[in-house]
């Protein structure tokens, strides 16, 4: 079924340009191949613009993570023009202008689409069956989502076109939908967690017409395909605003829709100690980020879906089983649920399901389960785990000394008889002296390896 008003028809684009001047953006600021892409396709005759996150997050004056092109040139016309060029996409195709590891994606105007996600998705039910046909730069602009994402760099004169009062928006840090914002969440309900991301990642406030229709759209999300759920998880969560996102998908009312069971789980502890120690664990990745350290999704699910492991073990025990097999059940009953909204493959669920199995193992101190445990390839994120459990009670404070002293000085702290086997990787001073004290130690063996 094909939308029979599509949304461009309900917003009348009006063109304000806004000259460098007034905008200041510098292509200094800009990636030198979307120059390049955006002067090659110039020099061939077309139109040729950065438009999306990079020419917002630009005026904002952070640093974009990747630039887009929107051009009047078909994918084809495109491949003409560069051979470092692959289209990809089957119901809509885009041209990939790639230079070593940067990839500058080059779309054609289009009308009346969906969301860049488009090809991925099937689509089902009452929603828009996306139409991908090419447009004017005025159809492109009006279905975009917010009105800052929709402001175009022009390289022929260096201004910022604006179609739907997106520059103002931008200037007054708010997220505005473009068109009527049920039309355009029932159109695509992942607009509505963009709405939370964007929130968070910019730090802008969400206009009322658009957050308003939220809380009641929420249960729309069910209907959207559990992998881009996943993707979007993961970019609301590993960007390095996770705490933000979190406390905006509380307030538009998307927690359930998005982590139904932990959502139960949060309204339910009264004491609220599992919020913070949740709150805790996403302002942790934050910092990861900051830092430019790792951050897993195994790790950052186990954060996000611990409420609801607590309170499905809890049950469990309720009903008498076995406190082993309790937490078995929980973790398997706990991600099959969740996968079911959020596709969570098993490379993230099966490192987060051991994460939560290992905590009741930081209670055992025989030196033997201690050493057994230091081994364990999740010690480490299973520790750091132990430690964030601290934010919502400090009824472990003791092991995570325990833990934490025997990982730093093992022989201090269990007897130097079981050290044997670790001697070698003791020492942490300079890295290079164990490894000389192990070549003098084996030089009169004199045996070949
Ligand atoms: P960021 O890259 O910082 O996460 P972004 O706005 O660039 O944010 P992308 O997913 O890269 O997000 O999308 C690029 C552009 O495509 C957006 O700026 C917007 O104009 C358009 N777009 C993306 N998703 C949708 C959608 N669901 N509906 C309508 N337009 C969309
Ligand atoms: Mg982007």
């Known amino acids: ?99 070593g590891r940067e990839i500058i994606e080059v779309a054609t105007f289009r009308a009346n689409g969906g969301d860049d996600d488009g090809d991925r998705q099937t689509d089902d039910g009452g929603r828009l069956l996306r139409d991908n046909i090419y447009g004017s730069i005025e159809d492109d602009a009006v279905r975009r989502d917010f009105t800052v994402n929709a402001l175009y760099y022009a390289i022929e004169d260096f201004s910022v076109r604006d179609y739907v009062g997106g520059y103002a928006d931008v200037q007054a840090r708010v997220l505005r939908l473009i068109g009527d914002p049920e039309t355009r969440y029932r159109e695509d309900p992942v607009r509505m967690l963009r709405a939370a991301r964007l929130a968070a990642k910019l730090g802008f406030s969400i206009e009322a017409g658009t957050a308003a229709p939220v809380p009641a759209l929420a249960h729309l999300l069910a209907e959207a395909s559990p992998a881009r759920l996943f993707e979007e998880t993961l970019k609301l969560f590993l960007s390095g605003h996770a705490a933000a996102s979190f406390e905006w998908l509380e307030q538009l009312g ?134 964030l459990r601290l934010s919502a009670s400090d009824a472990h404070a003791d092991d995570v000394s325990f833990w934490r002293d025997v990982q730093l000085e093992p022989a201090a702290v269990l007897a130097a008889g079981e050290l044997q086997a670790a001697e070698g990787e003791a020492g942490e001073g ?20």
């Open 1 to 99: 079924m094909i939308d029979p008003i599509p949304t461009s028809a309900l917003v009348i684009p009006e063109l304000r340009s806004v000259p460098r001047d007034v905008h200041g953006l510098s292509r200094r600021q800009m990636s030198q191949n979307a120059l390049r892409v955006l002067y090659r396709l110039r020099e061939g005759g077309f139109a040729a613009y950065l438009v999306g996150g990079a020419v917002r997050d630009l005026l904002v004056g952070g640093a974009p993570k990747d630039f887009d092109v929107a051009t009047d040139a078909t994918p084809e016309q495109v491949k003409v023009l560069f051979r470092n060029c692959r289209l990809i996409g089957r119901r809509f195709r885009l041209a990939h202008v790639v230079y």
């Open 254 to 387: 998307l927690l359930p829709a998005l982590l139904p069971e932990t959502a139960q789980a949060l309204a339910s502890n009264k004491s609220g100690a599992l919020r913070r120690m949740l709150l805790q664990g996403l302002q942790n990745t934050d910092a990861r980020v900051a830092n430019d350290e790792p951050v897993s999704p195994a790790f950052l699910y186990a954060v996000l879906l611990w409420p609801a492991y607590c309170r499905a073990l809890a049950q469990l025990q309720a009903q008498g089983v076995h406190p082993a097999e309790a937490q078995r059940r929980a973790a398997d009953r706990v991600t099959l649920h969740q996968v079911g909204r959020t596709a969570l493959p098993r490379r993230f669920s099966l490192p987060m399901q051991e994460i939560w199995l290992l905590q009741p193992r930081f209670t055992q101190r025989q030196r033997k389960r201690v050493l057994r445990l230091l081994a364990h390839p999740r010690f480490r994120a299973a520790f750091d785990f132990l430690a």
């Open 430 to 449: 300079d890295g290079s002296a164990p490894r000389k004290r192990r070549r003098r130690r084996r030089a009169p063996a004199g045996a070949p390896a």
